[in-house]
């Protein structure tokens, strides 16, 4: 989330605070991270869609996702038009934030060293997400 972007899905900070998990909250619009290992969607492996947890636009298909090994659900490319991206320079680094493009909400970084086609690891985190099974 870009200071001062607008996004088409806005609401007060206190509808957000009432409306997420104090952890998603924290994630989402404090652009905070999970530790690593804790989010059970890591493990998911059923077809489906990944979406944002703070607005609920779809994010990522299952068929996208891939274990890296690094205790996040990560995948290597995005739905077309669900994210946006821009520099990170915090903590002394600079990386590739991901955010969700309708809310603006923070769900991770993405790194150049995913698996083909795309070479891309969208390392998000897994409150910022809920996942939604293909229905038969």
């Known amino acids: 989330m870009k200071q001062n972007e607008s996004y088409p899905v806005t609401k007060p900070d206190e509808q957000w605070q009432h409306d997420l998990s104090p952890e998603a909250y924290r994630v989402l619009r404090k652009h905070g991270t999970e530790r690593a290992g804790t989010s059970p969607l890591d493990a998911e492996k059923r077809q489906g869609i990944f979406e944002c947890a703070g607005c609920g636009q779809p994010l990522f298909a ?39 493009s309708r809310c603006g909400g923070h769900l991770g970084h993405v790194f150049p ?23 038969s």
């Open 113 to 135: 060293d995913g698996p083909a086609p795309t070479g891309q690891r969208y390392c998000m985190n897994g409150v910022a997400l809920r996942f939604e099974p293909k229905r």
């Open 62 to 100: 299952s068929d996208a996702k891939f274990d890296s090994g690094t205790g996040w659900p990560s995948f290597f490319k995005p739905l077309e038009g669900a994210v946006g991206t821009h520099e990170d320079r915090s903590f002394f680094m600079r990386r590739t934030e991901v955010h969700c």
